[in-house]
């Protein structure tokens, strides 16, 4: 059956059989918790608050995905460092490399509970945009995040809304709002001094920039399924100019999103 013919009530959608190429989403987030409910999530990080969550489980990736912007694969020769920070500062068992996930093919999207993009504007065709809405509806989680290189993103603002347009194109019913400084997602495995910490061009503070919090794409179901950032998280972990203790704190930042996404 074709994904376009797949149209769920909301309120069953949790229940509705998947279709047969998005049926092993559920096994990592299953798994996960599973061991949530049976204690065996802990923190490695001495750094992280007193109980903590972090995942443990089967080695899964960390997945970029594939679009038509040129400058997707921007900062990859340091995902490395992201996926070799997560390993050692929670027990997420993370592989090294990094990884590619295709809208066009759903078998790659369900291997990862988490995939990474600079962002959904290029994503014109049906194709595309409704596998990574049928990936949304069945649990998976976004992170897009801008690149706060002029030259790629020259406007915050175009790059939001866009984005913004997208999810709601793709996720029918979806709401997306800023998430206030209290909220969980800076506090739940590290607490951060900067919420969120940003990245600036050439490391000129931008008021442009600094004014955006993370956004949360929530479903009509009330599940936090994306975060829309324009932090430069990518430009932070690979190290860009900043103050000291920026790229580790952009990594933290990554780190809170994974945790808050897959137990939440």
């Given amino acids: 059956m074709p994904l376009h013919a797949i149209r769920p009530h909301p309120l069953r959608r949790r229940l509705a059989p998947a279709p047969p ?3 092993r989403l559920r096994l990592p987030l299953a ?3 599973l061991l949530l409910t049976t204690g065996l999530l802990r ?3 001495a750094s992280a608050p007193a109980g903590s969550l972090s995942p443990r489980g089967g080695r899964v990736g960390w997945a970029r995905l594939v679009s038509d ?3 997707w694969r921007r900062h990859t020769r340091s995902d490395h460092e992201l996926s070799g920070y997560i390993k050692t500062r929670t027990s997420l068992n993370l592989d090294p490399a990094w990884h590619t996930a295709d809208p066009a093919r759903p078998d790659e999207l369900t291997r990862y509970p ?4 600079t962002g959904l504007s290029t994503f014109q065709d049906e194709t595309r945009r409704k596998n990574l809405g049928e990936y949304l ?3 998976g989680f976004l992170i897009v995040d801008a690149c706060i290189n002029k030259d790629v ?3 915050p603002d175009v790059f939001l809304t866009g984005n913004t347009a997208v999810f709601q194109a793709i996720l029918p019913g979806s709401n997306v709002k800023p998430l206030p400084p209290d909220h969980a997602i800076y506090a739940c495995f590290f607490t951060l001094p900067e919420k969120p910490p940003h990245t600036y061009h050439n490391a000129i503070f931008d008021p442009r920039w600094s004014r955006h919090p993370l956004y949360g794409v929530f479903a009509d179901s009330g599940r936090l399924a994306a975060v829309i950032s324009l932090s430069g998280l990518q430009c ?3 190290r860009m100019p900043g103050p000291s203790g920026h790229t580790e704190q952009c990594m933290q930042m990554v780190v809170n999103i994974y945790v808050h996404a897959m137990t939440r």
């Fill in 21 to 23: 190429c998005f049926k």
């Fill in 153 to 155: 993103t020259p406007n």
């Fill in 236 to 238: 932070g972990w690979d």
């Fill in 31 to 33: 798994l996960f918790l």
């Fill in 69 to 71: 912007d040129p400058e």
């Fill in 43 to 45: 923190a490695e990080s």
């Fill in 137 to 139: 509806n069945r649990g």
């Fill in 114 to 117: 988490l995939i990474f993009s």
